[in-house]
């Protein structure tokens, strides 16, 4: 699977809201790093991030472009409710090894009337 078609399958088991399916895309070391939060590292616990974001929130990714150069994929990405964002993320042996997401925290709190924290 090409890093491109890695990322459509991504999306596809993201808006499933399969927490199972889209972190047995993960190398068993990976680091998923939503900017927003501090890196996630290691399957499990990319796969407990998932299972715990899929309760919180219904998310759908509405794929606007998707780019490919070497083991790079670059998703960009809106939802049904106007959030934008992008994410990047490195293969290795057609899993992701690590992935940085980018898209407004304050935004989707507010979106899905979630609590703002406290600073």
């Known amino acids: ?29 990976a680091i998923n790093h939503q900017v927003a939060n501090d890196p996630i590292v290691g399957k ?23 780019f490919e150069d070497g083991d790079w994929a670059i998703l960009e990405w809106k939802d049904p409710l106007g959030l934008r964002g992008c994410g990047f993320f490195q293969i290795k042996d057609e899993k992701i090894i690590f992935q940085r997401g980018y898209w407004d925290k304050l935004s989707f709190l507010r979106q899905h009337n979630l609590p703002i924290p406290e600073e």
């Open 1 to 29: 699977m090409t890093p491109k078609e890695l990322i459509y399958t991504w999306v596809d088991f993201f808006n499933q809201s399969d927490a199972d399916k889209i972190s047995d895309l993960y190398h068993n070391e």
């Open 44 to 66: 499990s616990a990319i796969r407990e991030m998932f299972k715990n974001e899929f309760a919180t929130a219904e998310m759908i990714c509405i794929i606007e472009n998707v």
